[in-house]
């Protein structure tokens, strides 16, 4: 690895930030998850246009959420009155210090907090209907799996309605279905609380390629979400997505959330024409800088265990000029209990590890050579001296082994009990 200088950091910081002003994510604030749970943006009031203003987290002592019981930031909480959503309900939302028949508290209308692949919230008046493909209903209804239930049937399109109907097609008729805010399609999925699915007369739409495990992505900035998000990854996953933007000399990936079960479980990124490893993550080695990898090609790969199960991961991708050096990421290391915020360059792939032995290595493999030559010459001649003497053949009737030890100057001589080493052999553990 190489230590960049002062001034290559700041070349590189400069390149983030012109980068951003291009790249949605950056440009203004979104959602990745289904439900805003991860929305850290700075709406105050349940709505743009004439909503009640939110009461601070660190004033709301008589309702379950505040600072007082979350006092590290749960949950996004803070000395602050922005939208959040601390306890995973289907959308943000804030505490209202005017009650209204009881209820303290209101969801926001956040135009920016809606995840990619979501494509709003239209109305259905059923003639004709929203989406006009297959459909089914369920009291089990996810988000995941009315999505998978339109992927199957090879459409582009999936709704829910009302918490329990899912609908599928290929296209929306804006002039005779509307976008309406997401509040009105806040109703609860019945397969998970969590999610939103959809409103009485109101349909959520999500592109079915949400979740998918797969695919081929060419536009110069996408994201990629963890297959059966966003529920749950399942067990004995493989996934390939590839990434290839021609003429393009550098591919940057940002992961928004990264949430792996176990170390088996595994993202990595891997140069398209080549198929080395350029970068591998998993629970203990979280991504914690923006990737940025030379060329126009790349390819995404997932794997999952037969075991556990998470979140997943959401990722995105933008092509752009290339970086110095290739891929980029902070070192996490501390000294004295302070990060030492040096940016790193990988100049080497990982799938090509160099193997440039010590010369030190070198010297003690001959001595071991030699010791061992020696010590089998010894045992040679103590068995020819042995099997010459009848009182030394007497005593070598008995089951005890003989343990040679070697020093520089003398051989020794005595007998010793072998230890059984099999319960000390560790299993093995496979790829």
């Known amino acids: 690895m190489v230590v960049i200088h002062f001034l290559e950091i700041q070349a590189i910081f400069a390149f983030a930030i012109y980068l951003c002003s291009f790249f949605p994510p950056c440009a203004r604030v979104l959602c990745y998850t289904a439900n805003g749970e991860d929305y850290r943006g700075f709406q105050n009031q349940t709505s743009l246009h004439g909503g009640k203003p939110c009461l601070f987290w660190n004033e709301t002592f008589q309702h379950p959420y505040n600072t007082l019981k979350y006092p590290n930031g749960e949950g996004g909480l803070g000395s602050h009155n922005y939208c959040r959503n601390p306890d995973g309900d289907v959308q943000p939302w804030c505490y209202i210090a005017d009650h209204e028949d009881g209820i303290y508290w209101r969801y926001c209308d956040i135009p920016t907090c809606q995840m990619p692949g979501n494509l709003g919230c239209f109305k259905d008046s059923g003639d004709p209907p929203t989406l006009s493909g297959t459909s089914e209903t369920s009291n089990k209804l996810t988000i995941q799996n009315c999505i998978s239930f339109c992927r199957k049937q090879r459409y582009k399109l999936a709704g829910m309605e009302s918490g329990y109907a899912c609908f599928c097609g290929n296209e929306v008729d804006l002039r005779d279905h509307g976008e309406s805010p997401s509040m009105e399609c806040n109703h609860v999925c019945f397969g998970d609380h969590t999610q939103p699915c959809g409103g009485d007369g109101w349909v ?228």
């Open 204 to 431: 959520i739409i999500f592109d079915t390629r949400v979740g998918a495990c797969g695919g081929n992505y060419s536009s110069p900035s996408g994201v990629i979400y963890s297959p059966d998000f966003p529920d749950k990854y399942g067990a004995g996953r493989v996934c390939y997505w590839t990434i290839q933007v021609p003429g393009s000399s550098a591919i940057l990936f940002n992961f928004t959330f990264f949430h792996i079960s176990d170390q088996t479980d595994m993202v990595e990124l891997l140069d398209g024409y080549t198929n080395q490893v350029v970068a591998r993550f998993d629970w203990r080695s979280p991504p914690r800088e923006l990737v940025n990898i030379t060329g126009d090609f790349v390819i995404l790969y997932f794997y999952s265990d037969r075991t556990n199960q998470a979140q997943g991961f959401d990722v995105s991708s933008t092509a752009g000029p290339q970086l110095p050096g290739g891929v980029t990421e902070r070192s996490n290391s501390t000294t004295n209990g302070h990060s030492s915020q040096i940016l790193y360059v990988i100049t080497s792939s990982p799938g090509k590890p160099e193997h440039n032995m010590p010369v030190w290595t070198i010297y003690a493999l001959a001595a071991l050579l030699i010791l061992t030559v020696i010590a089998m010459v010894a045992k040679l001649l103590l068995h020819v001296t042995v099997n010459g003497s009848d009182s030394c053949s007497q005593s070598t009737a008995s089951s005890e082994p003989w343990i040679i030890l070697y020093r520089p100057s003398t051989i020794s001589l005595f007998k010793k009990k072998l230890k059984n080493h099999h319960g000390d052999l560790s299993p093995l553990v496979g790829n």
